[in-house]
């Protein structure tokens, strides 16, 4: 039995979005910055998927740009602030992609910001009073918080980080990679200056993604080159990768009740059986709070294979992530479980469901668990 349960990291594709790419491959393959006819066939086709995802949001088509991905888009919400925003200091946690942490430690050595990060709680949650307190020492800032983490799956009180910036004046940039098409975002309603998104978090294809930019936010390119994206990021557009990418965020968002509700149930049921049959069994994070309904990150006893958990359950036909906290500076583990002070001695391995997946694979997975911790 083979088992994908490593959706976090990504999705595989919808068969229509499959279908509406190669269409737009072999039919639909002239230049969108061309002027004939084939030219202008792809330009409709980028123009439709900027009003659908616009439509999707609830913005503008004008606030919505395609790149190649998250981290592109990531990068430049950030880099882009501190040259035409004059921003000084960065506000953000230990615990975000490094897409975000690692600019942010680049641009601070390069002298160009000061970075500071938020405390977090317990529960793997931001310290909501300690973001206000950085705010109110420390302008002009852009704050950049993930909606919801990769790994531990806690989601943020998004509107509230949201009016918090707009109360201390400070950009607010979200990396909602891992929400996009998994929750309903209305940004007429949620006040975000920048949101990151890749389209294979949600049955899309890779490669592709976009950035929203409030419209009263006016950035000059990350990447320079011709005039495409209305001047804002030169390159030839993925016109079928864009296409894929509208018509995967559509599907998502149509299916949304009943995926949602199904992906919930298997997170559920899996930490049901956990508890039920792994004695000692702890999830890290906000597991059964605030938590994003595709991502279970499990905390396992001491094991004398703990080294070995991934690649046993690899062997079984089981596709996970792992990770464990860093027990010292040479162990390069985890950053966000070392964060969270998880013990190096008890390994973690991130289960991440999709709409695809079925209780008879949760309980397959539960049942080699057992066997690797001598449970039988």
């Known amino acids: 039995m083979l088992v994908y349960l490593d959706n976090a990291a990504t999705t595989p594709i919808n068969k229509e979005v499959l279908e509406v790419m190669k269409m737009v491959l072999e039919e639909e393959f002239g230049n969108p910055s061309s002027t004939h006819s084939h030219g202008r066939k792809a330009r409709t086709l980028i123009e439709e998927a900027r009003k659908k995802v616009a439509s999707i949001l609830n913005c503008s088509p004008g606030e919505i740009f395609f790149t190649s991905g998250g981290t592109e888009a990531d990068n430049m919400a950030i880099r882009k602030s501190i040259d035409d925003f004059g921003i000084?200091?960065?506000?953000?946690?230990?615990?975000?992609?490094?897409?975000?942490?690692?600019?942010?430690?680049?641009?601070?050595?390069?002298?160009?910001?000061?970075?500071?990060?938020?405390?977090?709680?317990?529960?793997?949650?931001?310290?909501?009073?300690?973001?206000?307190?950085?705010?109110?020492?420390?302008?002009?800032?852009?704050?950049?918080?993930?909606?919801?983490?990769?790994?531990?799956?806690?989601?943020?009180?998004?509107?509230?980080?949201?009016e918090l910036c707009k109360q201390y004046n400070a950009l607010f940039h979200s990396d909602t990679v891992q929400t996009m098409g998994h929750v309903l975002l209305d940004l007429s309603k949620t006040h975000v200056d920048f949101l990151a998104c890749a389209a294979h978090k949600f049955n899309g294809p890779k490669g592709v993604g976009f950035i929203y930019i409030n419209s009263k936010n006016k950035l000059h390119p990350f990447i320079s080159g011709g005039a495409q994206e209305r001047n804002m990021r030169g390159g030839t557009e993925n016109t079928s990768g864009i296409v894929g990418l509208a018509k995967a965020l559509e599907i998502s968002i149509d299916n949304f009740e009943k995926d949602s509700a199904h992906m919930q149930g298997l997170k559920t049921y899996m930490i049901e059986q956990l508890r039920a049959n792994i004695p000692?069994?702890?999830?890290?994070?906000?597991?059964?709070?605030?938590?994003?309904?595709?991502?279970?990150?499990?905390?396992?006893?001491?094991?004398?294979?703990?080294?070995?958990?991934?690649?046993?359950?690899?062997?079984?036909?089981?596709?996970?992530?792992?990770?464990?906290?860093?027990?010292?500076?040479?162990?390069?583990?985890?950053?966000?479980?070392?964060?969270?002070?998880?013990?190096?001695?008890?390994?973690?391995?991130?289960?991440?469901?999709?709409?695809?997946?079925?209780?008879?694979?949760?309980?397959?997975?539960?049942?080699?668990?057992?066997?690797?911790?001598?449970?039988?």
């Open 88 to 162: 000084k200091h960065i506000i953000s946690s230990p615990i975000e992609h490094h897409a975000v942490l690692h600019t942010a430690e680049e641009l601070e050595k390069l002298g160009k910001i000061e970075f500071h990060k938020v405390n977090l709680l317990e529960d793997g949650h931001i310290d909501i009073n300690h973001l206000e307190s950085l705010l109110e020492q420390n302008s002009p800032a852009l704050v950049s918080l993930m909606h919801a983490n990769n790994e531990i799956g806690n989601i943020l009180d998004i509107d509230r980080v949201g």
């Open 280 to 376: 000692g069994v702890l999830f890290n994070g906000d597991a059964e709070g605030k938590s994003l309904f595709t991502v279970l990150n499990v905390n396992f006893p001491p094991t004398p294979i703990a080294e070995m958990i991934l690649f046993k359950l690899d062997i079984e036909g089981i596709s996970a992530s792992g990770g464990s906290a860093c027990s010292s500076g040479s162990n390069i583990g985890s950053h966000v479980l070392t964060a969270l002070k998880v013990s190096p001695d008890r390994p973690s391995v991130r289960f991440s469901f999709g709409k695809h997946n079925t209780k008879e694979e949760i309980d397959y997975v539960i049942v080699k668990l057992k066997e690797m911790f001598k449970l039988n």
